[in-house]
C-alpha cells in the first residue's frame, strides 16, 4: 500500500480576488467530501479568522486542519525568524486555528516551506507532531523563500530530524515528512505549466520509487489558485505579488480546478494507492516505523 497526502495550502492571496477565495474554500471541501478526498490543509491564523465562517462550515472527517503560521507575509520566513518570533507566532496562531476549526492542531507546513531547529523545538513544545516544510531534493529552492540548499541533500522519505538541522536525520520526536520533488517539485503550479499528461507521468515516477522504499507521496495546491488575479497591479502591495513563474501558468481558473480533479481522481484510481490525512499518517508510521 502506498500512502498519499493531499495537502492544501489556505493564505490569502491580496493579489486575487478575495469574494472568490472564500466561495473556492466552501466549494473545495464540498467537491471533496462528496468524492471521498482525504486532505490535509495547513491554514494561516489570518485566513481563518477572515473567512471564519467558510471554515467553519466545511469541517468534515475527510479533512484535517494544520497550521500554516500567521499571515504569510514576507517577514513570516521562520529559516529567518528570532525564537522569541517564532514563539509568539506559533503559539497565537496556533491557538486561533484550533479554535475556528474545533480541533486539535497537530501538524504544520512554513509559509514559503520555511523551517527551522527552533521551530521544531516550538513545535514539539506545542504538541505539533509534523512539519511538512521540507522539500527533498528540490532543485529550485531559489524559487521558495524558505528554500534552503540542504534541500539536496535532505532524506527523501519521512525521518525525525536532529536538533541542530531540521534537513538532518536526528533523534527529535517530530516527524518530517517532505514534499514528493525529482528536482521540481509535485505541486500544482507544475501541472499549470506542463500539463496533466505530465503530472500523471510525474506521479507515476513517484509511486515507482514508493514501491521500492514505501515512501509517502505528498501533493500540493493552494485555493487561491483557482480565482482570478486583481487586475491593477499597483492596487497590490509589492511583497503580495507572486513570483513571475506564475505568468506562466495555465490562465484558466476553472480547468485548473479541474485538472486537480483529474490528477487526484487518477492518484485514487492505482488499487496500491490509499489517501490518507496527517493524523492517520501518523497512526500509520508509527505502527511500522
Ligand atoms: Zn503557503
Not at 85 to 93: V, W
Amino acid at each position: 500500500m502506498i500512502p498519499v497526502l493531499i495537502t492544501i495550502d489556505l493564505e490569502t492571496a491580496m493579489d486575487h480576488v478575495l469574494s472568490e477565495q472564500s466561495e473556492i474554500v466552501v466549494r473545495v471541501f464540498n467537491d471533496f467530501s462528496e468524492l471521498g478526498i482525504v486532505t490535509t490543509s495547513f491554514v494561516t491564523s489570518e485566513f481563518a479568522e477572515r473567512f471564519s465562517v467558510q471554515i467553519q462550515n466545511t469541517i468534515c472527517s475527510t479533512n484535517e486542519y494544520g497550521l500554516h503560521g500567521r499571515d504569510h507575509s514576507v517577514r513570516e520566513n521562520y529559516c529567518r525568524m528570532t525564537r522569541e518570533e517564532i514563539e509568539s507566532n506559533i503559539h497565537a496562531s496556533n491557538e486561533i486555528v484550533s479554535e475556528i476549526t474545533q480541533s486539535e492542531i497537530c501538524c504544520f507546513r512554513g509559509p514559503f516551506m520555511s523551517t527551522s531547529s527552533i521551530t521544531q523545538q516550538v513545535l514539539i513544545d506545542k504538541n505539533i507532531r509534523a512539519d511538512y516544510s521540507v522539500c527533498s531534493q528540490r532543485f529550485d529552492f531559489i524559487n521558495s523563500r524558505g528554500g534552503n540548499l540542504s534541500w539536496l541533500i535532505s532524506p527523501r522519505t519521512v525521518y525525525h530530524p536532529s536538533i541542530e538541522n531540521p534537513y538532518r536525520r536526528g533523534e527529535l520526536p517530530l516527524w518530517v515528512i517532505p514534499l514528493s520533488c525529482i528536482g521540481i517539485p509535485f505541486i500544482s503550479g507544475i501541472m499549470y505549466i506542463f500539463g496533466l499528461s505530465f503530472m500523471k507521468y510525474f506521479f507515476r515516477l513517484l509511486l515507482a520509487e514508493s514501491l521500492k522504499n514505501g515512501k509517502p507521496i505528498v501533493y500540493l495546491f493552494h485555493t487561491y489558485e483557482f480565482s482570478e488575479p486583481v487586475n491593477q497591479a499597483n492596487q497590490v502591495p509589492a511583497d503580495s505579488r507572486k513570483s513571475l513563474i506564475h505568468s506562466l501558468y495555465i490562465r484558466d481558473r476553472k480547468k485548473r480546478y479541474e485538472m486537480n480533479l483529474d490528477l487526484i481522481k487518477y492518484m485514487m484510481s492505482f488499487d496500491e494507492v490509499q489517501l490518507f490525512k496527517n493524523s492517520d499518517y501518523l497512526k500509520h508510521i508509527e505502527l511500522i516505523m
